[in-house]
Antibody
Framework: EVQLVESGGGLVKPGGSLRLSCAAS????????MNWVRQAPGKGLEWVSS????????YYADSVKGRFTISRDNAKKSLYLKMNSLRAEDTAVYYC???????????WGQGTLVTVSS | QSVLTQPPSVSAAPGQKVTISCSGS????????VSWYQQLPGTAPKLLIY???KRPSGIPDRFSGSKSGTSATLGITGLQTGDEADYYC????????????FGGGTKLTVL
């Protein structure tokens, strides 16, 4: 069974940093591109970043470019998102999601809440 | 403001049929497959339809998808109270600033 479990969310002050993790199991993690998608409270889905299976290709949404860094450790079957210079508008539930080289995400984690507030 | 446009809400009675539209442009829906997601209250999104009209294993055939030009439609027949959820369309976008785009979501109420 495919499982994606996020962790690392919490309350952080504006300008602060946070590192999210996503632990994968039930599939060959090193064969898949992975993504972070966020959802602000009461709002819709917003794609944040993606990383290819070997980390060769990395992409970011304009809203986080230069502040967030996506990475992965295939040996540990884990995906990460380092978030710096956090703003109030970054407050959201952050989901990790698997993609299969199609324009869709076939599995999602349960999400981790990041709250940016003073 | 989402790149893909969905109606904020739709409603129908149990047993009835409902459709949810998703409108985009040539840089997204017009040149890519569309997917649909169901998000039940308090849970993560779940893939419902991929490649415009294909259902992942376990998704009942009450759910269907179609695409024409720069628009896509999700159809749900035999509505059940358990179908009350938010539904999102999504696809790739070939513009420079974003790789993936979603609709703003549609809240389905089963009256």
């Amino acid at each position: 069974e495919v499982q994606l479990v996020e962790s690392g969310g919490g309350l952080v002050k504006p300008g602060g940093s946070l590192r999210l993790s996503c632990a994968a199991s039930g599939f060959t993690f090193s064969s898949y591109s992975m993504n972070w998608v966020r959802q602000a409270p009461g709002k819709g889905l917003e794609w944040v970043s993606s990383i290819s299976s070997s980390s060769s290709y990395i992409y970011y949404a304009d809203s986080v470019k230069g502040r967030f860094t996506i990475s992965r450790d295939n040996a540990k079957k884990s995906l990460y998102l380092k978030m710096n210079s956090l703003r109030a508008e970054d407050t959201a539930v952050y989901y990790c999601a698997r993609d299969v080289e199609r324009p869709d995400f076939d599995y999602w984690g349960q999400g981790t809440l990041v709250t940016v507030s003073s | 403001q989402s790149v893909l446009t969905q109606p904020p809400s739709v409603s129908a009675a149990p047993g009835q049929k409902v459709t949810i539209s998703c409108s985009g442009s040539s840089s997204n829906i017009g040149n890519n497959y569309v997917s649909w997601y169901q998000q039940l209250p308090g849970t993560a999104p779940k893939l419902l339809i991929y490649d415009n009209n294909k259902r992942p294993s376990g998704i009942p055939d009450r759910f269907s998808g179609s695409k024409s030009g720069t628009s896509a439609t999700l159809g749900i027949t035999g509505l059940q109270t358990g179908d009350e959820a938010d539904y999102y369309c999504g696809t790739w976008d070939s513009s420079l600033s974003v790789n993936w785009v979603f609709g703003g979501g549609t809240k389905l109420t089963v009256l």
